[in-house]
């Protein structure tokens, strides 16, 4: 049998540190090594599989639509894309019109280039904790120096400000500030939510100073946080939406949604080879066709709230606080997380951190109540440890 640990090992990047696990098959929330343990996944891939892993519909959409036609760039019209640009432009009153490429952090670099683009203007501010890719452009709006400080010196013009903090943030915004982005919820930085008055204020501020507010759903669209968009909570609306992780149920894409204030653009400024190519296309329609039979929001909304109300019942001297929206959640511990996240994965759960000390469930949505449970009582079990 292949030896896949020592294969990767021998040859990978090393820009990633690896779990000595061999992932090999997936369904629903489950997954299996190649020793045939199985596991509950509440990583999701990093958010990605929203549906779960290998969704029959989404599956089947790949299969039939790679026997038809893969690739082709959006320099031809294609059926699938159509269909879908259609269906994007649909989901948010005024976000209209839809450029795709291939990734989150694709969608924050043509986001900032159409900001600039179009306003003229030159500043972004961005917030402390935000985290939107690791390419130079959205690598400069991240904030965590790790991330940074290898790079530098990275795009000029962007300022970072406290998030839910208006008073520093206004002091930031003047006439040349271009755009602001910021995530709805920052998943990478803690698993903080937006406080809704601050919103509302970062909105009508930007409206005023003729800024276009991008905001970074990645991590939190399609139906993660109980709603589409997570910024549909609020009843407010972006004027560029950066899209990617779920929308394709597993094949790389991302998107970015944006509506008529957006101005001066034309072919040739910006692109990409493999963006809205037909089969991931054809992913992301059987998603939206998903989504919407299956009721997977309305899931997300209801099993989150039973979740978060599960764990808040667990005694434990570690835990500082839980937070999070749907199926976005948090788990802050008094200590450092990575010896709980370890102890996870031995008794068969997978889970991320959110900075030091932030356990982060991102579970797919589609994952059942007696997954939950179980998560539940290995969560209890492990946090009433005594681990170093």
Request: proline residues 4%; aromatic residues 8%.
């Amino acid at each position: 049998m292949m030896d896949i640990l020592s294969i990767e090992s021998s040859h990978t990047s090393g820009f990633y540190n690896k779990q000595p696990i061999a992932f090999i098959q997936g369904s629903g929330a489950l997954l299996w090594d190649n020793k045939g343990d199985q596991y509950i996944d509440c990583a999701a891939g990093h958010g990605v599989a929203n549906l779960g892993h290998s969704h029959p519909k989404i599956v089947e959409a790949i299969h039939r639509q790679s026997e038809t036609l893969i690739t082709l760039p959006e320099t031809f019209y294609n059926d699938q894309r159509a269909q879908l640009l259609e269906r994007l432009s649909s989901l948010v009153v005024g976000l209209d019109r839809v450029f795709f490429c291939n990734s989150g952090t694709e969608s924050i670099e043509a986001a900032l280039k159409i900001a600039r683009l179009s306003t003229t203007r030159t500043d972004i501010i961005a917030m402390m904790r935000g985290f939107h890719g690791r390419t130079f452009g959205s690598l400069s709006t991240t904030w965590n120096k790790n991330y940074r400080q290898p790079f530098e010196p990275l795009v000029p013009g962007v300022k970072h400000v406290p998030y839910n903090n208006y008073e520093e943030f206004r002091e930031e915004l003047n006439s040349n500030t271009a755009a602001v982005i910021l995530e709805t919820i920052q998943g990478e930085g803690g698993v903080h939510l937006i406080d809704r008055d601050y919103f509302l204020a970062v909105r009508q501020a930007c409206t005023e100073n003729g800024t276009l507010l991008i905001i970074d759903e990645i991590q939190t669209g399609f139906g993660r946080t109980g709603k589409l968009f997570a910024f549909q909570h609020f009843g407010i609306s972006p004027d560029i939406l950066c899209l990617a992780k779920s929308i394709a149920g597993g094949l790389p894409m991302g998107a970015v949604l944006f509506n008529s204030k957006v101005q001066n653009i034309s072919p040739g400024l910006h692109g990409s080879t493999f963006g809205g190519n037909p089969l991931v296309c054809s992913a992301a329609n059987a998603v939206l066709d998903i989504l919407e039979t299956e009721k997977i929001p309305q899931q997300a909304a209801e099993k989150g709230e039973f979740l978060i109300s599960e764990i808040r019942k667990i005694h434990s001297p570690v835990i500082r606080e839980v937070r999070g929206l749907g199926l976005m959640i948090g788990i802050e511990l008094k200590q450092k997380v990575q010896p709980y996240l370890n102890r996870l994965i031995q008794k068969k759960v997978l889970a991320l951190p959110a900075g030091l000390t932030v356990i982060r469930l991102l579970p797919p949505l589609v994952i059942t109540y007696d997954q939950i449970k179980m998560v539940v009582a290995i969560l209890d079990e492990i946090l009433s440890e005594e681990l170093k």
